[in-house]
């Protein structure tokens, strides 16, 4: 059988620690499992190398020797006994490998994987009759779908419905997701093999703009006209909020592009209960066009006392 790089195999450095082959591991080999790909040959070829190399590196020992003696190392006990005999009798040179049959390069073929693990692992892979594979429990797929929303559809908690591969799932959307966010609903996504856990479903939300208000973080921004006799003498106007209109007092004098803020009155955080970030209210004063004579008039006396 060919020499098979088993850090390559499950795309990891050759000084990564024991978590880093773990998960390296169960990662393809959930990829990769006959069960999640029937009838798929690569794949099954694939998921018997990425299991030969897990037994290679996960073991310290077996680690080690793989380490310096490559595809040999299943003779490491006996080159180091050779080795041994050599020194004893003032030997010098290599080792002879010839004798560690089924390492001497060369293709391979499926065969060539169930010798070894027929061998190594007592069957369990060898072949996709045997049961003990079958007992291994692998946690379903992931599955990633986006939700697109308007601004006020986050704006409280509710209930949507989404079809995810054909099926219909309710699922509660809370109210201040952003746009972007990510959320993990468990259990949702593809069944679990051999009685493992359901995978994940995962949602990203994209939300669209809201003609009327900006939202920056949990602060909402929006803007206002006012009349100039108002922004002039002060007075009261009514603006639009998320929740509704309210009054707004406005200061005598108040100029054009004049920003206030309402607190609480933006939009809710995220899993924080009742509350909101502000509301900034930006004033635009109306100029009066089409004036009558007498308007007219009145405006040129007031230029006058300027």
Request: with cysteine; hydrophobic share 30%; proline share 3%.
């Amino acid at each position: 059988m060919a020499y098979i790089d088993y850090y390559k195999v499950l795309g990891v450095d050759k000084n990564a620690s024991e978590s880093d082959i773990k998960k390296a591991y169960r990662k393809l080999a959930r990829k990769y499992h006959p069960d999640l790909n029937p009838g798929d040959k690569e794949a099954e070829k694939k998921f018997k190398e990425i299991n030969e190399a897990n037994e290679v590196l996960s073991n310290p020992e077996n680690r080690k020797k793989y380490d310096k003696y490559g595809e040999h190392w299943q003779h490491a006990d006996e080159i180091e006994k050779q080795r041994a005999q050599q020194q004893a009798y003032g030997g010098a040179g290599g080792y002879d490998f010839s004798g560690f049959g089924g390492f001497g390069g060369g293709g391979y073929d499926e065969s060539d994987f169930s010798d070894f693990f027929q061998s190594m692992f007592g069957g369990a892979y060898g072949g996709r009759s045997t049961g003990s594979r079958r007992n291994v429990k692998f946690k379903g797929q992931d599955i990633q779908a986006q939700l697109h929303l308007n601004l006020r559809d986050v704006y409280t908690t509710q209930k949507h419905t989404i079809n995810v591969n054909g099926k219909k799932i309710r699922i509660t959307i809370p109210a201040g997701v952003k746009d972007g966010q990510t959320i993990r609903i468990k259990g949702l996504g593809g069944p679990g093999v051999n009685g493992g856990p359901n995978g994940d479903l995962y949602i990203t939300f994209a939300i669209d703009d809201d003609p009327k208000f900006k939202r920056v973080g949990n602060d909402l921004y929006t803007k206002a006209d006012i009349d100039l006799y108002t922004a002039v003498l002060g007075g009261e106007t009514t603006v639009d909020t998320m929740s509704g209109k309210v009054k707004l007092k406005v200061k005598p004098g108040t100029q054009c592009g004049t920003k206030v803020r309402l607190k609480g009155k933006g939009f809710p955080i995220y899993k924080q209960e009742g509350k909101y970030g502000d509301l900034y209210v930006t004033f635009n004063v109306k100029i009066p066009t089409h004036l009558t004579d007498k308007q007219k008039e009145l405006f040129e006396q007031l230029a006058k006392l300027k």
